[in-house]
């Protein structure tokens, strides 16, 4: 059984989480049809209970709090403008250092990556976030940053870059969790094949 935890905080950008929140409920539906149980489960997780106003202002109500939530394989961070609040929160940089330690991978989307690197979990690896924030991150020191991946892993800590870049590593986890295969039946069910617009116009 896997349980991913996807975080969300006040001004989180929605895709960061929702892309990632998509591909693992896929994962998770595909698994538990073939078990005829539930062996994967997917929760959003956040500071408090109350509801959460996102950044473009969608509005999520969290499943469970940093205080109450069943023990996470996964945890994933997305970012938004909210990191640049919450890295200075101890009581969110605290959980993360609580949470890491039993987990089997630790994953961010965007500006999430700073919120590791703030919880040492990223201190000193290779990392990935958001193309206009990489150089105001690689003066924090202790970071490689990747900028020509959409998205990097190092040891068990693995980050993307922007918004839709989490979707990409979240297909790319749930091939090491389960394998290839199921990987591309999630992406095909979710009909992600992107060709981007202006690029594909060339």
């Known amino acids: ?3 991913y935890g996807v975080v969300t905080f006040t001004d989180a950008e929605e895709l960061d ?11 998770a539906m595909i698994n538990n ?6 062996i994967d489960r997917v929760v959003l997780v956040a500071p408090g209970t109350d509801p959460v106003r996102c950044n473009k202002g969608l509005r999520v109500i969290p499943d469970h709090s940093f205080d109450d939530h069943p023990p996470l394989d996964v945890v994933l961070v997305p970012g938004g ?5 919450e890295v200075n929160n101890p009581a969110f940089i605290s959980w993360l250092q609580q949470v890491a330690p039993t987990c ?20 000193g690896k290779r990392v990935a976030t958001h193309w206009g924030f990489e150089d105001e991150f ?6 490689t940053i990747v900028r020509d ?14 918004v839709s870049a989490g979707i990409d590593m979240s297909l790319w986890l749930i091939g090491q969790i389960n394998d290839p295969t199921h990987a591309k039946a999630v992406q095909r069910y979710i009909q992600y094949d992107p060709a981007p617009p202006y690029q594909a116009e060339v």
């Open 33 to 38: 049809l073939a078990a005829e149980a539930e």
């Open 81 to 85: 403008f909210g990191t640049r609040r």
């Open 104 to 123: 089997q991978w630790i994953t961010s989307v965007c500006t999430g990556s700073l919120m590791l690197h703030e919880a040492g979990l990223a201190a």
């Open 138 to 143: 690689e003066k924090r020191g202790n970071v």
């Open 17 to 27: 989480f929702v892309g990632p929140w998509e591909v693992f409920t896929v994962s």
């Open 149 to 162: 991946a959409r998205w990097v892993r190092d040891g068990n800590v693995v980050s993307s870059q922007g």
């Open 1 to 3: 059984m896997t349980t």
